[in-house]
């Protein structure tokens, strides 16, 4: 895919993709901050597909009130929403099973990372979405870079936020088209101030909290990086299918009940893999001491969300069992021809001393041919 069409595609590029295809193709307008135009501009290409004569409908927008979008949404076709009540909250959701019943060819989805309300069919909106492409819906949606799961650790570093929607990486690695909608910092906290982005009561937290200007410098910062990654992550996809990967072209990370921050360390490890373009293993490291029978259910569940985790995250998630930690990775790491190891760098790591060595060192010095990266986590 060139280069200018991650940049930059046109409508008429995305209905090119829609007639030559059968199955449901995925558009995404992607930001930096709430109020940089993304909902706007995905209601004026919906305009100018049915322009067009496509079947466009809108499953759902989210207008937060603002006038320009609001008129945005005048003349298209509206499924209306399902209206859920939630301990005396009126919720309105995506109908899905209406939008799948009337089968448009294209869908216009509001907020790509959002948790439905307890009931649905789902637990999140990109997976609705996913229903749809299956039965053959286009797409198009809006989401900020913020939400993607593999960045919740540098998102929080960057900006002291945590980010509580997420959605996995690879729903936006298999986009048909990306669109980064952009706008300068000054003129971002200008919409703000004159209420285009939130209403006047929350203005001043915000300027306070999230909307401070090296923030959002460091958000576009962001968006600008993933952006340049998926374009030359696609180049190399196509070249990998003409010459596909050696088998040497694997990463692993192996884990266990004492992992110090392991969801960070899942989330670095994959974005390590996704950058040298290679499968990448999460590996629970069983040792004796860590049977099931010897320890508590919570350790379990904990070890369990690890590995569902380095699932949603794209990772091949396994129980590997052995005598101790360090030889139990290094024994994997030969079994399945692995390249990279990934250990976490920690002020009380869980490469604790065995023998006079921690098993850092023992992984360092017994992993002849493979390379160890240390992720400060």
């Known amino acids: 895919?060139?280069?200018?069409?991650?940049?930059?595609?046109?409508?008429?590029?995305?209905?090119?993709?829609?007639?030559?295809?059968?199955?449901?193709r995925l558009k995404v307008y992607l930001g930096s901050a709430a109020g940089v135009g993304k909902t706007y501009a995905m209601l004026r290409e919906g305009h100018r597909l049915k322009s067009q004569g496509v079947d466009v409908v809108v499953g759902l927008v989210e207008t937060h009130g603002r006038a320009e979008t609001q008129q945005q949404v005048a003349d298209l076709e509206i499924i209306p929403p399902r209206v859920i009540e939630y301990r005396g909250v009126t919720l309105r959701e995506m109908d899905l099973d209406a939008i799948l019943a009337r089968r448009p060819t294209v869908c216009l989805?509001?907020?790509?990372?959002?948790?439905n309300a307890p009931g649905s069919r789902h637990p999140k909106r990109y997976q609705d979405i996913e229903d749809l492409l299956h039965a053959g819906i286009h797409v198009i949606t809006t989401v900020n870079v913020q939400h993607l799961e593999s960045l919740y650790d540098e998102i929080e570093r960057a900006t002291n936020v945590r980010v509580k929607e997420r959605f996995p990486d690879r729903v936006l690695a298999e986009a048909d088209q990306i669109v980064n909608v952009d706008v300068s910092v000054e003129d971002l906290i200008e919409r703000l101030n004159t209420?285009?982005?939130?209403?006047?009561e929350r203005i001043g937290a915000a300027l306070e909290s999230f909307f401070t200007p090296s923030n959002l410098t460091r958000l576009r910062e962001i968006t600008l990086t993933e952006?340049?990654?998926?374009i030359d992550r696609r180049n190399r996809r196509a070249e990998a299918d003409q010459y596909p990967l050696s088998a040497t072209d694997r990463v692993m990370v192996g884990l266990s009940s004492r992992s110090p921050n392991a969801s960070g360390l899942l989330r670095k490890t994959a974005r390590i893999a996704d950058r040298l373009n290679a499968p990448w293993y999460a590996v629970y490291i069983q040792i004796p001491a860590e049977d099931v029978t010897r320890i508590d259910a919570a350790t379990q569940r904990m070890i369990a969300n690890q590995l569902e985790l380095a699932q949603q995250l794209g990772g091949i998630q396994m129980t590997f069992r052995g005598s101790d930690v360090a030889s139990t990775i290094l024994a994997f790491a030969r079994e399945y021809a692995i390249k990279v190891i990934v250990v976490g760098k920690s002020r009380q790591p869980w490469y604790r001393r065995l023998w006079g060595r921690s098993i850092l060192e023992r992984l360092e010095r017994d992993?002849?041919?493979?390379d160890i990266l240390i992720a400060d986590v």
């Open 195 to 200: 209420g285009k982005i939130y209403p006047s």
């Open 109 to 115: 989805v509001d907020e790509l990372a959002h948790t």
């Open 227 to 230: 952006i340049a990654h998926l």
């Open 367 to 370: 992993s002849e041919g493979i």
């Open 1 to 24: 895919m060139p280069a200018t069409e991650l940049h930059r595609p046109t409508p008429e590029q995305f209905l090119n993709l829609i007639r030559r295809q059968t199955r449901g």
